[in-house]
């Protein structure tokens, strides 16, 4: 079998074998535009559709110039719009890319309700940056539709250049709008010397027609009446829920999983084996980092601590490399390398950690696991594409254990979300079995809130606040704030508190550990917010979950299209001490009612004054993902709406100061 490696040098040599070839174009004239169409008054595949594709078609080809291979598609989609809000979302056209493509002869034009034309000049098109959900950033280039209108059409063609040629490709079936009929024209490479590679292709939460082969060596699949997709919050990863194709380059037959899994572990285990061997001064390091650890749990620790702290990252933002000087690196070819360097990729150090791990008696293995941050992996899908990330197991006792020091931040004993309660294969020579990541538990990932806050009498609150950190919400703190100055970060803290309170002062603030492999991020700062309590005649009225205020429902949409999905399980846990104004007092001190949702929730609030009436204490605890319960179907989005619009109203609890009332105190 070849390699996924062999194969891309196959596609890469492909130029010393052929002449060059070139996909049919779409051609520079734009096709006859239908009466029936521009007449067309109701979209055809959804009834409320403001806007809808009556066709997008793509054309790939594998294509050789100058030398070298690439992949160009030809695309070609023509919108009608049905009403003002289509017009809206359809003037202006962004079209993403990212590093290693180039988005070339963009045309486009606008057939308004008479048939007139208008057509978009070169300099229309511009260049700038989106924003993706996720805080994904993308190059893309973006047009404005000129006269754009109910009951016109606009179509637009670009070409698109990969500069490369891969083994797999991911086709987008599916759009923001419904599509009338897309039709995918694909034209592989052909080996004549190595007759054993083809193409292969998979369609993904769609059904398309088979492929037909079409003139010079296209071939073309379809499907038609396809809905729009639309995001929505805590949504599955889009490859788990929108239609797409896959397609890749294999010289294997269709195998059966339970054939392909472990012949694909024990080739692994033997290409991995060679750069595991312990040698001297991997078991010096081993004894030395060990030291007089005595428990299996200590000694991986340990371990474990010396490869995220002694052992750089040169891929880590806060390795302080440039890309010139990481060219200019040796390879580390063994984890004797990597621990001479003090410096490797997150596979070296991977690597090193098992070997010193083996070093100290233990079994450790590589494996290979799923990312579930991109689809949720089926092993009956006999193909590598969704095995691409790579973790250590250690056999303790009887369990293994699933450790990844070579990525930055993630604590001991966890994994990358993406990689927790996923099926991992263990590579063995003989028998590779399949495991089981644990889930972290929500007191891993945990938000530690403290507030020691002043109100005022004219409801003006004032204080020190302190917030930290841990597990998952660390990783994610530290992964969106390690290249940022200090200046930088202070003004996101900032932003983001004013964005949930925007009468919110805030000064002195400190944040600490971002870049630290090890501890709690903790933030820290002084908050004035006037008017937090509203005050009527003589009462104060006061929501004394201050980390709450401001912030609105989790879900707002009534219905839901797909399940709903939590990245991980996690825990709150908040204090708010409030010194309440001279001469007000509580006319009671109830708290809004704990509830629970069996062992995937819990919600715990408490309200305390002191004994002398001048002190308000208000705890909270929440958590939510108990037993690794993160994914709910459709049909339980009615409960879990219910049980978060809950959590909102009880968090906006509000209490009574009365000037002059009797003090009431728990």
């Not at 239908?34 to 403001?50: F, R, S, Y």
């Not at 979300?417 to 996923?422: D, I, L």
């Not at 003006?460 to 200046?487: C, M, P, W």
């Not at 825990?571 to 995937?600: C, H, K, S």
Request: aromatic share 12%; net charge neutral.
């Amino acid at each position: 079998m070849l390699s996924r490696s062999s194969i891309s040098l196959l596609l890469a040599l492909i130029c010393f074998f052929f002449l060059s070839a070139s996909a049919l174009a779409v051609g520079d004239d734009w096709r006859p535009i239908d009466p029936a169409d521009l007449a067309l008054k109701t979209p055809v595949v959804e009834k409320d559709a403001d806007a809808e594709a009556l066709f997008w078609e793509v054309r790939v080809a594998d294509e050789i110039q100058t030398g070298s291979a690439r992949k160009v598609l030809n695309h070609y989609i023509r919108i009608k719009i049905f009403t003002e809000r289509g017009r809206e979302s359809q003037s202006r056209i962004d079209i993403p890319y990212l590093g290693g493509v180039s988005i070339k002869d963009i045309a486009a034009r606008t057939i308004k309700p008479d048939g007139s034309i208008v057509e978009i000049k070169k300099e229309d098109v511009l260049e700038r940056t989106i924003v993706k959900t996720g805080g994904l950033k993308l190059k893309a280039k973006s047009f404005a539709m000129p006269g754009v209108e109910p009951g016109a059409i606009i179509e637009y063609r670009w070409k698109e250049v990969w500069d490369d040629i891969s083994v797999y490709d991911r086709f987008e079936l599916q759009r923001n709008i419904p599509v009338q009929v897309v039709r995918y024209f694909i034209k592989p490479a052909h080996f004549d010397t190595f007759k054993t590679v083809g193409m292969n292709a998979k369609t993904f939460h769609c059904d398309t027609t088979p492929f037909v082969k079409g003139k010079d060596g296209f071939y073309m699949t379809s499907m038609s009446n396809v809905p729009a997709f639309h995001e929505e919050a805590r949504m599955p990863p889009e490859d788990e829920v929108k239609a797409w194709m896959l397609t890749w380059y294999t010289d294997e037959g269709n195998m059966p999983p339970e054939k392909y899994w472990p012949k694909f572990g024990r080739e692994k285990y033997e290409e991995y084996k060679a750069n595991l061997k312990v040698s001297d001064d991997v078991r010096s390091a081993a004894a030395a980092a060990v030291g007089d650890a005595t428990t299996p749990e200590q000694k991986l620790a340990r371990l474990y601590e010396f490869c995220q702290t002694k052992i750089k990252n040169l891929y880590s933002d806060t390795a302080g490399l440039t890309a010139d000087e990481r060219a200019k690196l040796k390879e580390n070819k063994t984890p004797s390398d990597t621990l001479k360097h003090s410096l490797g990729t997150g596979w070296d150090i991977d690597l090193l950690f098992t070997a010193l791990a083996n070093a100290a008696g233990f079994d450790a293995r590589f494996v290979r696991i799923a990312d579930r941050g991109r689809v949720f992996f089926n092993p009956n899908f006999a193909n590598t594409y969704f095995l691409r990330s790579y973790d250590v197991a250690v056999k303790v006792g009887d369990d293994w254990r699933f450790l990844d020091p070579g990525t930055p931040y993630i604590p001991f004993g966890m994994l990358r979300w993406q990689e927790e309660g996923q099926k991992a294969l263990i590579l063995d020579p003989k028998e590779p079995i399949w495991v089981q990541t644990r889930m972290s538990s929500p007191e891993t990932t945990k938000q530690k809130r403290t507030a020691k806050v002043v109100l005022s009498e004219d409801g003006t609150l004032e204080g020190d606040i302190r917030i930290e950190y841990t597990g998952h919400f660390a990783v994610e703190k530290k992964r969106a704030n390690d290249q940022d100055s200090q200046d930088q970060r202070e003004a996101n803290l900032r932003d983001e508190i004013k964005s949930q309170m925007s009468t919110a002062e805030v000064s002195s603030i400190r944040i600490e550990n971002v870049t630290d492999p090890v501890k709690p991020v903790v933030s820290t700062y002084h908050i004035r917010v006037p008017g937090y309590a509203q005050r009527t005649g003589k009462r104060l009225f006061l929501q004394p979950a201050f980390f709450q205020h401001g912030i609105a429902p989790l879900f707002g949409a009534s219905e839901r299209r797909y399940p709903i999905y939590f990245h991980y399980p996690w825990l709150e846990q908040d204090e708010v001490r409030i010194d309440l104004p001279a001469g007000y007092a509580l006319d009671n001190a109830d708290a809004p009612p704990a509830f629970t949702a069996g062992a995937i929730s819990q919600y715990e609030p408490k309200i305390l004054v002191t004994a002398d009436g001048k002190e308000l204490i208000y705890q909270r605890s929440f958590f939510f993902g108990g037993g690794g319960t993160v994914l709910f179907p459709v049909s339980s989005y009615g409960q879990l709406k219910g049980l978060f619009d809950e959590l909102n109203k009880r968090d906006n609890h509000t209490i009574t100061l009365k000037q002059g009332a009797a003090v009431s105190s728990k």
